[in-house]
């Protein structure tokens, strides 16, 4: 099975310009997941969708950021204008609903290494 | 609140010693916990889970994590550490309505000849 597919791999950008970042989760998950990760900070949810609609944004840094899901299979992080401060991995992450009293797991792509300059 | 504590931002070991990673949790509710690897330029991948049925809960590559509830608790073991176990760990908890997870500040592994 194919896992969760993020691209670009990697970003060099200049200060100032809009950044956009894809990724395409498992087929059959129906929530979806956008994590930054710094050295100074760690492991940061940015967003999550459910069934497309977006659930908890409360960890979007600042309205320069901004996420959709136009469907199943789709989900963008955007990022306008990018300053230097937004360098970091970008992970997106999906899984399926929970059934009964199992906690499904969370599968990462590989992730998104961003740098602005 | 859901909260996860890592003791020890990095651990060395020597290959062949006991591997122990600490992990400790807060949560209001009946916790769902899981343990997950970053190997360099990698995303996380799932070592295990706990989910109730059983408080010894056992993974992939050897490594094996106890939930104890007393102690609130839900360390990461491996009898015998191998040089390809080097990477990040990261615990975490399930928030309270079990839909995100929060990730601890994750703990990095070495693993010396």
């Known amino acids: 099975d194919a896992g969760v597919i993020q691209s670009p791999r990697h970003e060099v950008t200049e200060m100032g310009q809009e950044v956009t970042l894809r990724c395409k989760p498992i087929s059959g998950h129906d929530y979806l997941f956008w994590y930054r990760q710094t050295m100074m900070r760690g492991l940061e949810l940015l967003i999550y969708f459910n069934n497309n609609v977006p659930i908890d944004d409360s960890g979007m840094p600042e309205d320069r950021f901004s996420a959709k899901m136009p469907n199943a299979s789709f989900s963008t992080l955007k990022i306008q204008p990018s300053e230097p401060r937004d360098s970091a991995v970008y992970f997106c992450?999906?899984?399926?609903?929970?059934?009964?009293?199992?906690?499904?797991?969370?599968?990462f792509g590989d992730g998104t290494r961003l740098s602005i300059l | 609140a859901q909260s996860v504590t890592q003791l020890g931002s990095h651990v060395s070991v020597s290959e062949g010693a006991l591997v122990l990673l600490r992990c400790n949790y807060s949560?209001?509710?009946?916790?769902?916990l899981f343990w997950y690897v970053q190997y360099p330029n990698q995303g996380l991948q799932l070592l295990l889970k706990?989910?109730?049925?059983?408080?010894l809960v056992k993974g992939i590559n050897g490594f094996e994590a106890e939930f104890k509830k007393s102690e609130t608790s839900f360390h990461l073991t491996k009898p015998s550490a191998h040089m390809s176990d080097a990477a990040e760990y990261f615990c975490?908890?399930?928030?309270?309505?079990?839909?995100?997870?929060?990730f601890g500040k994750g703990t990095t592994l070495s693993v010396s000849s």
């Open positions: 992450a999906s899984k399926r609903s929970d059934s009964g009293y199992s906690n499904q797991p969370q599968h």
């Open positions: 706990y989910t109730s049925a059983a408080t």
């Open positions: 949560s209001s509710v009946p916790p769902y």
């Open positions: 975490a908890v399930s928030n309270q309505a079990g839909t995100a997870l929060i």
